[in-house]
C-alpha cells in the first residue's frame, strides 16, 4: 500500500511539473461561415467541375499559421489552434458554396465524373495565414489568402487562364473566430471574383 501511495505522489510531481501547476490547454477548433453569393437571374453554363484544392507542405496541416511581418520568409504554427479540417478541404468546399449558390451553372460537380463539363476548375493555395507584428497577439495585423485558379475546357486539353486570386485583411481584434470569419470573407471575395470571370469569359 505504501508502494502505491508513493508512486501515486510521484506522479502527481510529475504531472504538476510537466504542466507548470495550471489547466491543460484547450485544443480549439474553426471552420468557414457558409459562403453565400447573389443568385444569377438564368444559369450561364451547364456544368462546372471545381477540383478539390491542392496544396503542399505545412498547408497539408490542420494547425493554423501565422508569419511575423518583420519576418516575412519564416511560418509557424499555433499550438491550440487548429482548422476543423485542412485548409484545402475548407476552401475547395467554400469555393464550391460559392460556385453552387450562384447558380452560374445548372449543376456544379466536385470531382471529373462528367466528361461534358462546360470547365474544370483546378486551384493551389499560394498563402493561407495570419499576419501578426510579433509573438504578442496584442500587434495582430490581418490574414492573406492567395489561390492560384486554373480554368480549363471540360473534355478537351485547352487551357483557357491562370490567375492568382488574393485577399488580404486588416483585423482590429485578436479574437481567433473573427480571424476565421475574416479567412471566410475572404474566400467568398475570391469565390466572388470566379464567378464574374467565368461570366465575363462566356460573353467573349
Not at 496584442?138 to 483557357?160: C, F, H
Not at 486588416?170 to 469565390?191: E, N, P, R, V, Y
Request: glycine share 6%; net charge neutral.
Amino acid at each position: 500500500m505504501l508502494r502505491l501511495i508513493v508512486i501515486a505522489m510521484l506522479l502527481n510531481i510529475a504531472n504538476a511539473c510537466s504542466l507548470g501547476g495550471g489547466p491543460v490547454p484547450q485544443d480549439h477548433f474553426y471552420k468557414f461561415p457558409e459562403v453565400q453569393l447573389d443568385a444569377q437571374v438564368e444559369p450561364v453554363f451547364n456544368e462546372i467541375v471545381i477540383k478539390p484544392v491542392k496544396s503542399s507542405g505545412l498547408y497539408h496541416e490542420r494547425a493554423i499559421l501565422f508569419i511575423e511581418s518583420d519576418k516575412p520568409l519564416e511560418m509557424r504554427r499555433y499550438h491550440y489552434n487548429f482548422w476543423s479540417t485542412t485548409p484545402a478541404e475548407l476552401i475547395h468546399n467554400a469555393l464550391y458554396q460559392g460556385l453552387q449558390s450562384s447558380k452560374i451553372a445548372r449543376h456544379i460537380a466536385r470531382d471529373l465524373s462528367a466528361l461534358t463539363a462546360d470547365y474544370i476548375i483546378d486551384s493551389r493555395i499560394v498563402r493561407f495565414e495570419r499576419i501578426i507584428k510579433n509573438q504578442s497577439a496584442r500587434d495582430l495585423v490581418g490574414i492573406e489568402v492567395a489561390l492560384e485558379i486554373s480554368v480549363r475546357k471540360g473534355g478537351v486539353a485547352g487551357l483557357v487562364w491562370t490567375k492568382r486570386y488574393s485577399v488580404s485583411d486588416a483585423l482590429q481584434t485578436t479574437d481567433m473566430h473573427l480571424s476565421a470569419q475574416a479567412f471566410g470573407d475572404a474566400l467568398k471575395d475570391i469565390a466572388g471574383q470566379l464567378v464574374a470571370d467565368l461570366i465575363v469569359l462566356n460573353k467573349n
